[in-house]
């Protein structure tokens, strides 16, 4: 069984934060990388940020100062923090894992919805 859980979401005034975590589970496996993506109404779906195994992370233009990703623990849990929040933050947030089994796989998220307000 491989599950991919993110939660964190919310609604929230500009200005304000959020803590976005993405859990991984599987039998056999190493994370070597997971990448948050967003999606808003009428937009094409952009990567956001990612943190390696190593513990490496990069994060788009439009989010860099603002939002920070934490290493990968233990548990394959990473978190991101996002911080001064903007109304072009709304969209639906996809936690995207790339493991190691026997074999190299990937797997999505359901996504969680965060709601940035005026």
């Known amino acids: 069984q491989v599950r991919v859980v993110e939660s964190g979401g919310g609604l929230v005034q500009a200005g304000g934060s959020l803590i976005l975590s993405c859990a991984a589970s599987?039998?056999?496996?190493?994370?070597?990388?997971m990448t948050w993506y967003r999606q808003a109404p009428g937009h094409e779906r952009e990567l956001v940020a990612s943190v390696t195994s190593s513990g490496s992370a990069n994060y788009s233009d439009s989010v860099k100062g603002r939002f920070t990703f934490s290493g990968i623990d233990d548990s394959n849990t990473a978190y991101l923090r996002m911080s001064s929040l903007k109304p072009e933050d709304t969209a639906v947030y996809y936690c995207?894992?790339?493991?190691?089994?026997?074999?190299?796989?990937?797997?999505w998220g359901q996504g969680t919805q965060v709601t940035v307000v005026s």
């Open positions: 599987a039998r056999g496996f190493r994370l070597n990388a």
């Open positions: 995207h894992v790339d493991a190691q089994g026997a074999f190299q796989w990937e797997a």
